[in-house]
């Protein structure tokens, strides 16, 4: 099992957002940074345990400049063999497939993990463009997926359902909650992240399409009307005649 | 030039939000001058339903195809919209819009945003757009380059409009050899609105004190018609399944109403539900940070004030 799993680097769950260079930018001064919850919980977890079952290596992947080092070694540390990173500051999720797909057509991989989504862009689409590249089949959102052979039946959750498929590889996947539980790297894999390799490689050239000019604050909620707990009523009049939702 | 608008379906009917995709397209058209076509792949009992949102035409592939395959169904769109000259294609922001929307964007060579809540404005051969970011904490402008568009929009972004003219319907079948990813089984959670689209939706939390007191959760989403959620602790204990966890690392939503039972507000919840039209907070705790981004609160014991707000409804009901 050749496996490559794509990682994200994100701001943390808690973060305070906020934005400079009249608001063209992120401003992530004083903003902790950590690998996207679902390319570490699932996707990367999912990949070593396969690994473990079947044998073979996982290779990590991330588009990004040398900031990102830290949380391509915590990938090792969890159990990740080696890591690439293709040395740009991704700009758009079709800059980093087309950065990632580049690299999978010179290994031959089996299966291809991204998370379902980073919590940043929430733009899901990163995993679908690789497989596109590639023309590989695409299956999302998985929550569940065993290998028999060349064969995996994946579970994934639709609206109001639950469907269950078989593909063969090679695929790519995005991982959603379910798929695998969370890992916290242990002392010995720290210690072996310092020695497995990192290797950075300089990006293709790819003509943007999309930009992101500026950004904004959502406007603060007016203050909250409080109702008095006893008088319910007058809850559900408020919801009809002021708010509108009933 | 036109504008197609493939309509997702789900066990067999085509979604809610396809319908909302319809007029949205229609909006986009109005600014455009191009003719809006529909897609349906697979099988769609309510096929009619959808001819009375302005299309020209609703073009329905394969209507006994089950499962979704995003590759065929990626190439199946693309050969449709190239015949059409469809420039843009637009669909909703579900779990099948979203995987098909990269794949369809790389073989269209086309500009791809995912979770749209505007209206495009042209800007020359260019249009401008809105969406959020960062799990719903703020909001971006993004500028995209043409000629080829493939956009998904968040669901509830409008209002689906129906019309009084019906567009046709043709029945087409596409060679399905190429079809890799093989559905084994469907199965469907429940017979409510899914929490994605859902408009009224009633949340409960930790404070809700164990899995065994929820039937107060669900007897007021069945008085209101909501679909229930939980926040992530609950579903992390298993006191509630995790497809009803909202938030930062479950599912987003935005819908008109959102009750929050015993739910404190921490800020990766808050991320997946403020961009609800009311929320309305229910906490004994009057620190609790959700009553900051509520609109009304109740700060009492909710095992007081649940079954008597399950009374006002109903009272509610019976008088209108």
């Known amino acids: 099992m050749n496996l490559l799993v794509c990682i994200s680097k994100t701001p943390e769950t808690t973060a305070k957002i906020s934005f400079k260079d009249g608001n063209t930018q992120f401003d992530s001064e004083g903003v902790q940074h950590i690998l996207n919850p679902y390319d570490e919980w699932y996707a990367l977890v999912r990949a070593i345990e396969l690994k473990e079952a079947f044998g073979g290596s996982v290779t990590v992947v991330n588009v990004g400049t040398s900031e990102n080092d830290a949380v391509i070694r915590k990938a090792i540390a969890i159990g990740a063999d080696k890591a690439i990173r293709v ?43 690789i497989a596109a590249h590639l023309d590989w089949p695409y299956i999302s959102f998985a929550n569940d997926l065993d290998l028999e052979g060349s064969t995996a039946t ?93 | 030039m036109a504008i197609l608008a493939f309509l997702d379906t789900v066990d067999g009917r085509v979604k809610k939000s396809a319908f909302e995709i319809l007029t949205y397209a229609k909006k986009t058209a109005e600014v455009t001058g191009e003719e809006v076509y529909g897609l349906i792949i697979g099988k769609a009992e309510n096929k009619e339903d959808v001819t009375h949102y302005g299309a020209n035409k609703i073009i329905h592939l394969n209507p006994e195809m089950k499962g979704f395959d995003t590759r065929w169904v990626a190439k199946q769109t693309k050969s449709i919209a190239e015949e059409l000259g469809a420039h843009t294609v637009l669909m909703s922001h579900s779990s099948s819009g979203k995987s098909l929307a990269g794949y369809l964007a790389v073989l269209m060579d086309a500009s791809c945003l995912t979770g749209v809540n505007s209206i495009p404005e042209k800007q020359g051969d260019k249009i401008v757009l809105h969406r959020n970011v960062f799990s719903g904490k703020a909001g971006a402008t993004i500028v995209m380059e043409g000629p080829h568009f493939v956009l998904t929009v968040m669901g509830n972004s409008l209002q689906a409009e129906q019309l009084e003219s019906a567009s046709e319907i043709e029945t087409r079948e596409a060679d399905t050899s190429e079809v890799k990813v093989k559905i084994q089984e469907i199965s469907t959670v429940s017979g409510k609105t899914p929490l994605p689209e859902a408009e009224l939706v009633v949340s409960a939390g930790r404070g809700m004190k164990g899995p065994e007191n929820w039937s107060i959760v669900e007897d007021l989403a069945d008085v209101v018609g909501a679909t229930t959620a939980c926040s992530r602790p609950v579903a992390d204990s298993d006191w509630r399944p995790h497809h009803e966890h909202v938030g930062q690392t479950g599912v987003a939503i935005r819908p008109n109403l959102y009750i929050a039972i015993g739910i404190s507000g921490a800020i990766q919840h808050l991320a997946g539900v403020n961009q609800s039209k009311t929320i309305v907070v229910i906490n004994k705790d009057p620190e609790a940070p959700f009553f900051k981004a509520a609109d009304y609160g109740i700060c009492a014991d909710l095992f007081d004030v649940v079954p008597r707000l399950i009374e006002s409804f109903k009272k509610f009901q019976s008088s209108n």
């Open chain 1, 154 to 246: 994946l579970k994934r959750e639709i609206e109001g359902g639950i469907e269950t498929s078989q593909v063969d590889t090679p695929f790519v996947v995005s991982a959603a909650k379910g798929m695998a539980e969370q890992r916290i790297p242990n002392m010995r894999g720290i210690m072996m992240a310092k020695r497995k390799p990192l290797e950075a490689v300089e990006p293709v050239a790819f003509d943007d399409k999309t930009k992101f000019v500026k950004y904004e604050l959502p406007d603060e909620k007016g203050s909250v009307k409080m109702i008095d707990p006893e008088n319910t009523d007058e809850l559900v009049r408020l919801l009809h005649e002021e708010a509108k939702v009933i």
């Open chain 1, 87 to 129: 040395n740009a500051d991704p700009s758009s999720a079709a800059f980093v497939a087309k950065q990632i797909a580049e690299l999978a057509q010179k290994e031959s991989y089996d299966i291809i993990f991204t998370g379902k989504e980073t919590i940043d862009y929430n733009g899901s689409v990163v995993g679908s463009m």
